[in-house]
């Protein structure tokens, strides 16, 4: 059959909701194309605008991973659409003849997938309809993206519902949002592409329910199983990620762009990253030291390993006059107790020497302590005469007040007659006790001017009394 005078069709290769897909030959350009015609829809008053649209979106994009779009039209009454013909199978019956792919093989899917999509989101594009049928592979593996049929642009208010206020798409890949009505964005496109993924990994969608109602309320709710437990091989760092791109909130979903650097750079394997290299100055330091030759040596004069005859480096010392170095402030911290101990121990001994000094000062000696009445408080030179005995008896005030009117002051005679030298108790030549009268110590003079004072004023006030009482 010939459409349009210049397609002609040979045999059918897919048919699905809207229409049936035809394996045609350009005539006019000579080359193998791909022709879709709609099936007739009268139920459906909708189909006819839906596939315009679909013609109209599809051929807004060129992208390798993208079925192109190379003419539209009418013919008998019938719409047609020439696209791009694709030699392969779809990832859907991949999927049933070989069961789950390589993780290779789905981390190139999902990086040329993602620049697909990439492409269609900057021209406001959302493909609404990602699965496993709507991808093809090529013989040389490159993927395309087709079936645009249900697609929409992103500021499109009807965007979410059909006509007949139903959602569109597949339950197995439709993201949570469009579950619940909302419109649909670039970020279901992530999801419905993680959910493909999933499957290519694992052999079966992350959800799955007898009913799609049950689907919806899984995406909405349910966690899918970690993809590692059906494939240990996987790498750590390609299950976190893929999970992320089933998030259920779309602001937490990576944009498609992102996924293709990801992929398509290999982070997907988790590799770490290399050590740096040697540092040059450390390789010439070691190149320095000659290789060892002689008789003695095997291998004659041929240089040996480096490392096994090696001097240590110069770069070494610096780092180890540093540890051998007086302590910086780390090594105070470390002995802290220690020096809090001897600083302690220091002021301890400081205040002891202090109050000793205090308590053995000359101003607090018994000697010139004035009326002290026990023996032992006096010295060795008042001890052995008789005048601590004249100054302590009865006649307190008769000799007080001879020893005053006998001397000027009061303490002047003390203080004159302390000049004489007083025997020493301890020296060793035999010598006479000095008589009180000759020899006064200081200690008897200074008791004596004092109870002649105290005499003195003792009479004074006697003798005020009686004018008192007058």
């Not at 069709?9 to 350009?29: C, K, N, Q, S, Y």
């Not at 019938?78 to 199978?89: A, H, I, K, P």
Request: glycine letters at 12%; hydrophobic letters at 35%; one cysteine or more.
């Amino acid at each position: 059959m010939l459409i349009a005078g210049r397609y002609r069709l040979h045999d059918p290769i897919g048919r699905g909701a809207m229409g049936e897909v035809w394996r045609a030959f350009d005539e006019t350009l000579g080359r193998t194309v791909a022709v879709k015609l709609l099936l007739p829809h009268d139920s459906d008053p909708t189909a006819t605008s839906r596939f315009r649209l679909e013609a109209q979106t599809a051929g807004r994009l060129n992208h390798p991973h993208v079925v192109g779009v190379y003419d539209f039209g009418e013919y008998d009454g019938r719409l047609f659409l020439v696209m791009e013909l694709v030699e392969g199978d779809s990832l859907a019956r991949r999927l049933s003849t070989a069961g789950p792919l390589p993780v290779e093989q789905v981390a190139r899917i999902a990086a040329q997938a993602a620049a697909g999509l990439a492409a269609a989101h900057q021209q406001g594009i959302v493909h609404r309809d990602i699965k496993p049928a709507n991808l093809l592979l090529d013989p040389d593996g490159t993927l395309k993206i087709g079936d645009f049929g249900i697609a929409r642009f992103v500021d499109d208010p009807s965007g979410a519902l059909t006509t007949t206020g139903q959602i569109v798409g597949t339950s197995l890949y439709l993201a949570p949002e469009r579950a619940l009505g909302q419109a649909a964005g670039p970020a279901s496109d992530v999801y419905a592409l993680g959910c493909l993924l999933y499957q290519l990994l694992t052999g079966r969608p992350p959800f799955q329910a007898d009913t799609a109602v049950a689907i919806l309320h899984q995406h909405l709710d349910a966690t899918p199983v970690p993809p590692r437990q059906t494939r240990p091989e996987l790498p750590p760092a390609f299950e976190n990620f893929l999970l992320g791109l089933l998030a259920k909130r779309p602001e937490d979903r990576p944009a498609t762009q992102q996924i293709a650097e990801w992929f398509g750079g290999g982070a997907w394997q988790g590799r770490s990253e290399p050590l740096p290299e040697p540092a040059p100055a450390r390789q010439a330091a070691t190149s320095l030291v000659p290789p060892p030759t002689g008789p003695g040596v095997p291998g004659g004069s041929e240089a040996g390993p480096a490392t096994t005859y090696a001097l240590p480096s110069a770069t070494v010392r610096p780092s180890r006059s540093r540890t051998t170095g007086s302590p910086g402030a780390r090594g105070l911290v470390a002995h802290r107790p220690r020096v809090m101990a001897t600083a302690a121990a220091v002021l301890v001994f400081l205040a002891a020497m202090l109050a000793g000094m205090l308590w053995f000062s000359p101003g607090n000696s018994s000697a010139e302590s004035p009326g002290n009445g026990t023996p032992g408080a006096t010295t060795p030179g008042a001890s052995g005469g008789s005048g601590w005995s004249e100054g302590s008896d009865g006649s307190d005030g008769s000799a007080g007040s001879e020893a005053h009117e006998g001397s000027g002051e009061s303490g002047g005679s003390a203080t004159n007659l302390s000049d004489t030298p007083e025997a020493s108790p301890t020296s060793s030549s035999p010598t006479p006790t000095p008589t009180p009268t000759a020899t006064p110590s200081r200690t008897d003079d200074g008791q004596k001017g004092k109870d002649g004072q105290d005499g003195q004023d003792k009479g004074k006030d006697e003798e005020d009394e009686p004018d008192e009482e007058g």
